[in-house]
């Protein structure tokens, strides 16, 4: 009986000991939260050319209609994001060889950009569009115009779409802003180039800011994308997650109308 009672207890006892071999070596003392860091994307633009992108004399900040809107495409995308000021001359360069994840930059997507490059899907179309004074009323487009002069540099797609309604005159200049004087002044009715140009001298410049309005839609296509190094399917998806679900929407109006309306 105490012989069967002893072997009873013995492999009670190693019953234990196994068990708790089995816990030290299987069984982890703490469980840590596993953290998944956010993506990080540097996108390299050119702060020369308001009001997309610039520099403001007062902050030394990038500032413009494409850091807002890549602000709210971060957010939405569920990425980090940073901007790296970098010239114009070799920016595509510089993606081709990893120095940065993309390029945002009012870069026109083009056929033969997409052959080194991919592109996001479009954020913008900045396309040509009308000018007019601030006093103007009744007209939207080009057409509402006839009988009257209107203004686009000279060899620009401005200039090719006035010649192409009859009844408006065309008058060419060297420089675009010769073309907003003499609007401002009266000498011709309206003035058409793309619509970041427009913007800028609309909108931006102090000295026609409250004196002209940018009417109706564009009315011809170019489209903006964001470039990223061909096959970088992790920052691209990321990014047109983020554009899906920007463009459209009220916060993207918020955008347009703050810099290009």
Known sequence: ????????????????????????????KKVEEVVVEKLHIVIATDATWPPMEY??????EIVGFDVDLMSEIAKAGGFTHE????AWDGIFAGLAAGKYDAVMSSVTITEDRKKAMDFSNPYINA?????????????SELEHLKGKKVGAQIGTTGSF???????????????????FED?????????VCDTPVAADFALQSETYKGKLKIVGEAFTDEYYGIAVQK???????????????VV?????????????R
Request: aromatic share 8%; proline share 1%; hydrophobic share 45%.
């Open 1 to 28: 009986m105490k012989k069967g009672m002893k072997i009873t207890l013995f492999s009670i006892i190693a019953v234990v000991v196994i068990a708790a071999v089995l816990v030290f070596f299987f069984v982890p």
């Open 55 to 60: 520099v403001d004399e007062s902050t030394k």
């Open 83 to 86: 901007f790296k000021n970098t």
């Open 127 to 139: 396309g040509q569009v009308l000018i007019v004074q601030k006093s103007t009323s009744g007209v």
């Open 161 to 179: 779409e006035v010649e192409k309604v009859e009844g408006v005159t065309l008058k060419t200049y060297d420089e675009i802003g010769l073309a």
């Open 183 to 191: 609007l401002l002044n009266g000498r011709i009715e309206g003035v």
């Open 231 to 245: 096959g970088n399917t992790e920052v691209l998806d990321a990014i047109n997650r983020g554009i899906d679900k």
């Open 248 to 260: 459209g929407t009220a916060t993207y109006d918020k955008i347009e109308k703050k810099w290009l």
